[in-house]
T-cell receptor, first 116, second 115 residues
């Protein structure tokens, strides 16, 4: 099975500053998808950003961007201009291609604290 | 568009009792996932359905856990009998089975406490 590693159990950032969350993964597949999900305390998991492995361009969604390094199997999330509402658990996820099952594999998460 | 619905939201049971969780995915989503999320960990896939067929149940403890998805829509996950280590949040998610639209939508989860 594919493995997803998030080596930072906890991170903190000052409001309005920038923070980068790390994620690495292990796979032998060439066509896959990567995601960052956000899970606020006691609230639903929601998608932050996605990246298709076949795309070289890094995905961006407003203040959120990724640094996708396919050869290094690295997929980090950068949050710019951090806001109090960004405080949450962040999970990196790997999704297998549709023709091999579509399964998702999640990392152990990074707890982000935003300091006012 | 209505989201993924789950019930109950909370459940407290004694060990060795039985419990069932229900999930209604987003309309038109062929793929349905059940995850177990133990406190402080990431979601672990228990079972994945494509319509009413099982795609992956390799991590489902089949001696005590069972799941079904009748008619390819709603799904139930059952634990019988429950153990203390089953205390977790059980998440249901659904997605469209295509290359392009691959986002997974999550329900609010059911928090299970086994005493």
């Amino acid at each position: 099975a594919q493995t997803v590693t998030q080596s930072q159990p906890e991170m903190s950032v000052q409001e309005a500053e920038t923070v980068t969350l790390s994620c690495t993964y292990d796979t032998s597949e060439s066509d896959y998808y990567l995601f960052w999900y956000k899970q606020p305390p006691s609230r639903q998991m929601i998608l932050v950003i996605r990246q298709e492995a076949y795309k070289q361009q890094n995905a961006t969604e407003n203040r959120f961007s990724v640094n996708f390094q396919k050869a290094a199997k690295s997929f980090s999330l950068k949050i710019s201009d951090s806001q109090l509402g960004d405080a949450a658990m962040y999970f990196c996820a790997y999704r297998r291609p549709s023709d091999t099952g579509n399964q998702f594999y999640f990392g152990t998460g990074t707890s982000l604290t935003v300091i006012p | 568009e209505a989201g993924v619905a789950q019930s109950p939201r909370y459940k407290i049971i004694e060990k060795r009792q039985s419990v069932a969780f229900w999930c209604n995915p987003i309309s038109g989503h062929a793929t349905l996932y059940w995850y177990q999320q133990i406190l402080g960990q990431g979601p672990k896939l228990l079972i994945q359905f494509q319509n009413n067929g099982v795609v992956d149940d390799s991590q489902l403890p089949k001696d005590r856990f069972s799941a079904e998805r009748l008619k390819g829509v709603d799904s139930t996950l059952k634990i019988q009998p429950a153990k203390l280590e089953d205390s977790a949040v059980y998440l249901c998610a659904s997605s469209v089975w295509t290359r392009l639209y691959n986002e997974q939508f999550f329900g609010p989860g059911t928090r299970l406490t086994v005493l």
